[in-house]
């Protein structure tokens, strides 16, 4: 929830699921300061476990999670010679590290086996690659009243995703995006949506999804170590609602 919180601040987002924003219905310092709250409280209840490997992973996922993922992806706004491996590589710290670490979290406080752990955390990771990969899709197939914010708004802000990525393999799409970026401050909202809706019908939509159900395969796979009773069902639910999700 921190992240969350954060996260609409970096991206100048007033709307999160169609509701306002920390930082549109207040300002961007409590914004920042409630998710520093927020996030401390997790700090504090986590103080309880008395497991010096849980602290060790949740610490270094913090640091990836930072680092790797949002800060990279600064870096790269607007950047339109990015590649597939580094948008793979952004999208594994910012969010497919912090899904893995959760369900490993849970592996080592219950003092499972390593090989249960270690199915737990390929689990998360696939899952959270997936489920990155589904959101950047949503955001050119969804409508704005399902995505609670504008369709496009990631390349608005020149967050470049892999649907984008797959789609500047027609030159006329990249030398549109070009076209839209090097406005960036006054950006067109009529040719953004033209760009939208080329990306849209693209095919590149498709190769995307086939990269997401790739991943959701792998954590399926990963299942197949665990016994099988409840827990397994849920987390098999769970991995079926990403893959069909709309919103």
Same mark, same amino acid.
């Given at each position: 929830?921190?992240?969350?919180?954060?996260?609409?601040?970096?991206?100048?987002?007033?709307?999160?699921?169609?509701?306002? #924003? +920390?930082?549109?219905?207040?300002?961007?310092?409590?914004?920042?300061?409630?998710?520093?709250?927020? !996030?401390?409280?997790?700090?504090?209840? !986590?103080?309880?476990?008395?497991?010096?490997?849980?602290?060790?992973?949740?610490?270094?996922?913090?640091?990836?999670?930072?680092?790797?993922?949002?800060?990279?992806?600064?870096?790269?706004?607007?950047?339109?010679?990015?590649?597939?491996?580094?948008?793979?590589?952004?999208?594994?710290?910012? #969010?497919?590290?912090?899904?893995?670490?959760?369900?490993?979290?849970?592996?080592?406080?219950?003092?499972?086996?390593?090989?249960?752990?270690?199915?737990?955390?390929?689990?998360?990771?696939?899952?959270?690659?997936?489920?990155?990969?589904?959101?950047?899709?949503?955001?050119?197939?969804?409508?704005?009243?399902?995505?609670?914010?504008?369709?496009?708004?990631?390349?608005?802000?020149?967050?470049? #995703?892999?649907?984008?990525?797959?789609?500047?393999?027609?030159?006329?799409?990249?030398?549109?995006?070009?076209?839209? !970026?090097?406005?960036?401050?006054?950006?067109?909202? +009529?040719?953004?949506?033209?760009?939208?809706?080329?990306?849209?019908?693209?095919?590149?939509?498709?190769?995307?999804?086939?990269?997401?159900?790739?991943?959701?395969?792998?954590?399926?796979?990963?299942?197949?170590?665990?016994?099988?009773?409840?827990?397994?069902?849920?987390?098999?639910?769970?991995?079926? !609602?990403?893959?069909?999700?709309?919103?």
């Amino acid at each position: 929830m921190a992240s969350l919180v954060h996260d609409d601040v970096i991206d100048d987002s007033d709307t999160r699921r169609g509701k306002p #924003t +920390v930082k549109s219905h207040w300002d961007n310092q409590i914004a920042m300061l409630t998710g520093d709250f927020i !996030f401390a409280k997790a700090l504090q209840q !986590f103080t309880d476990i008395e497991y010096p490997r849980a602290h060790q992973i949740l610490s270094k996922t913090m640091v990836e999670l930072t680092i790797g993922g949002e800060i990279e992806q600064i870096r790269d706004k607007f950047n339109y010679e990015q590649n597939f491996r580094s948008y793979l590589r952004r999208i594994r710290r910012k #969010t497919a590290l912090l899904i893995s670490s959760s369900c490993q979290l849970g592996a080592v406080v219950a003092e499972t086996s390593s090989e249960t752990e270690k199915a737990l955390y390929n689990y998360g990771y696939y899952m959270g690659m997936s489920y990155q990969i589904i959101d950047d899709i949503l955001d050119f197939t969804a409508t704005e009243k399902e995505l609670g914010k504008p369709s496009g708004s990631d390349l608005l802000q020149g967050n470049i #995703t892999l649907p984008v990525l797959y789609a500047m393999e027609n030159p006329q799409i990249k030398a549109s995006i070009i076209n839209l !970026f090097a406005n960036k401050e006054q950006m067109n909202q +009529v040719e953004l949506k033209r760009v939208v809706e080329a990306i849209a019908k693209s095919g590149a939509i498709e190769k995307a999804r086939r990269v997401s159900n790739t991943y959701l395969k792998k954590a399926y796979h990963s299942l197949k170590k665990l016994p099988n009773n409840q827990s397994k069902s849920a987390l098999e639910n769970i991995a079926n !609602f990403i893959g069909n999700r709309k919103i």
